[in-house]
């Protein structure tokens, strides 16, 4: 059988993640490959822990890439700092709370929640009493979570969580870059991301950045490869993944350089190269970027007569739930605005799946002709599926914004 060369249609994906790689991103990915210990690959490994740093806004060490989609580093956290039969407390305010629990569970923790609805987030006084009733070995949350577009504020949660004894893991898959973040200032112990999003490249590469005090514990519990060293050493209970083992991964990204897995170049390349582009534009003006651009697109939605879902003085910058009109077929509309524009926006998951569309504006794709040229496209498509909606009101609306940010 003989296949054609491979060739994707060109999409501007507006939704909730992946988003288009910025064409810097894209272009790194397709350069050269070396060894995986070159000195000219360690080198950039090193430049790269360096950048992140920036990116996560702390001093910590041991700041390195899971090779993995985001969901690989959140699993390479849990696993590597909790043991089994040790307690996890999880904030659920969505889907992907649901998912630390889930993979918390898998790596034999015993898990409690405390939950909030859907579009809403968690104040630090129910945190703290989460954290007295049940003292957790570990507290985790999600800073944004794309499923209700709601960003969980965590100034001060790290030293909330260690004055009960807690190690704090933070999911930023969706928030960092898009969202201020402050590791060390806010006390956090591992956070983690992806390149998907607000960082603007592909997915397959996992950010994360790990504090001394969680390094301790995950160290408690070092075991090295037989075969790699001699007289190779064993802590406390061994991690329960040998990709996802942040023990080893620290000895491979670090002086030691102890074999693990083969770094993928190419991803290393493009996280690099986010990094670098985010370097150059200064982590609080990339945040202040998806927040103009997300607030433009939030008016725009709205000047369409739309409404927006969850509490809005808690959004997300850079994605935004809105309430599909009653008398719109929201999947229909979606395939539409693919179809005739090559515009992706996304639909959510469980009691909000058919309930909202989400629209992001994330990385690259945080630009005002992407806002601009989503809206009217959206509103050609409300339009034809018969759904009366003003008359340019979102482009109307969106200039607005713009325009009052430059006065």
Same mark, same amino acid.
């Given at each position: 059988m003989t296949l054609d060369q491979l060739n994707p249609p060109t999409r501007l994906l507006m939704g909730p993640g992946p988003i288009n790689a910025d064409p810097r991103v894209a272009r790194a990915t397709a350069s050269a490959l070396t060894g995986q210990f070159d000195p000219w690959m360690t080198a950039t490994m090193n430049e790269t822990m360096g950048l992140?740093?920036?990116?996560?806004?702390?001093? +910590?060490e041991q700041t390195f890439l899971v090779d993995g989609t985001s969901r690989a580093a959140i699993e390479a956290a849990l696993v590597s700092l909790v043991s089994p039969g040790q307690t996890v407390l999880v904030a659920v305010?969505?889907?992907?709370? #649901?998912?630390?629990? /889930?993979?918390?569970?898998?790596?034999?923790? @015993?898990?409690?929640?405390?939950? $909030?609805?859907?579009?809403?987030?968690?104040?630090?006084?129910?945190?703290?009493?989460?954290?007295?009733?049940? $003292?957790?070995?570990?507290?985790?949350?999600? @800073?944004?979570?794309?499923?209700?577009?709601? +960003?969980?504020?965590? =100034?001060?949660?790290? @030293?909330?969580?260690?004055?009960?004894?807690?190690?704090?893991?933070?999911?930023?898959?969706?928030?960092?870059?898009? +969202?201020?973040?402050?590791?060390?200032?806010?006390? #956090?112990?591992?956070?983690?991301?992806? #390149?998907?999003?607000?960082?603007?490249?592909?997915?397959?590469?996992?950010?994360?950045?790990?504090?001394?005090?969680?390094r301790e514990v995950i160290s408690s519990r070092r075991h090295v490869e037989a075969g790699i060293t001699e007289g190779a050493e064993g802590l406390g209970e061994r991690i329960r993944s040998n990709y996802l083992d942040l023990a080893m991964l620290m000895d491979y990204w670090g002086p030691r350089r102890l074999n693990h897995h083969t770094e993928s170049g190419p991803m290393l390349y493009a996280a690099r190269e986010c990094a670098r582009?985010?370097? =150059?534009?200064?982590?609080? +003006?990339?945040? /202040? $970027?998806?927040?103009?651009?997300?607030?433009? %697109?939030?008016?725009?939605?709205?000047?369409?007569?739309? /409404?927006?879902?969850? =509490? @809005?003085?808690? $959004? %997300?910058n850079n994605v935004i739930g809105v309430k599909i009109p009653d008398d719109v077929g929201g999947d229909a509309l979606?395939?539409?605005?693919?179809?005739?524009?090559?515009?992706?926006?996304?639909?959510?998951?469980?009691?909000?799946?058919?309930v909202v569309w989400r629209v992001g504006v994330m990385g690259y794709n945080a630009r005002r002709d992407a806002v601009l040229t989503t809206l009217a496209a959206l509103e050609a498509e409300l339009r034809r599926f018969g759904h009366p909606t003003p008359a340019g009101g979102g482009l109307t609306a969106a200039m607005s914004y713009y325009q009052e940010q430059e006065s």
């Open positions: 992140y740093r920036s990116v996560f806004s702390t001093a +910590n305010m969505g889907r992907f709370g #649901l998912l630390l629990k /889930e993979i918390a569970e898998r790596a034999g923790a @015993q898990v409690v929640t405390i939950e $909030r609805p859907w579009g809403t987030v968690f104040t630090l006084d129910e945190i703290e009493e989460g954290l007295r009733t049940h $003292r957790p070995d570990v507290f985790a949350t999600v @800073q944004g979570d794309t499923a209700t577009t709601m +960003n969980q504020p965590l =100034d001060g949660l790290g @030293q909330l969580c260690h004055r009960y004894g807690a190690l704090c893991y933070v999911d930023a898959t969706a928030s960092v870059a898009g +969202n201020t973040l402050l590791v060390d200032e806010w006390g #956090l112990d591992v956070v983690s991301a992806g #390149l998907q999003k607000c960082l603007g490249g592909p997915s397959g590469s996992a950010p994360i950045t790990i504090s001394e005090r969680a582009i985010i370097a =150059d534009e200064g982590i609080a +003006n990339t945040v /202040e $970027r998806h927040r103009l651009h997300g607030a433009a %697109m939030a008016a725009g939605l709205a000047g369409l007569g739309l /409404e927006l879902f969850g =509490d @809005q003085t808690h $959004r %997300m979606r395939a539409a605005l693919l179809e005739d524009f090559a515009i992706e926006i996304g639909t959510s998951f469980g009691p909000l799946a058919g």
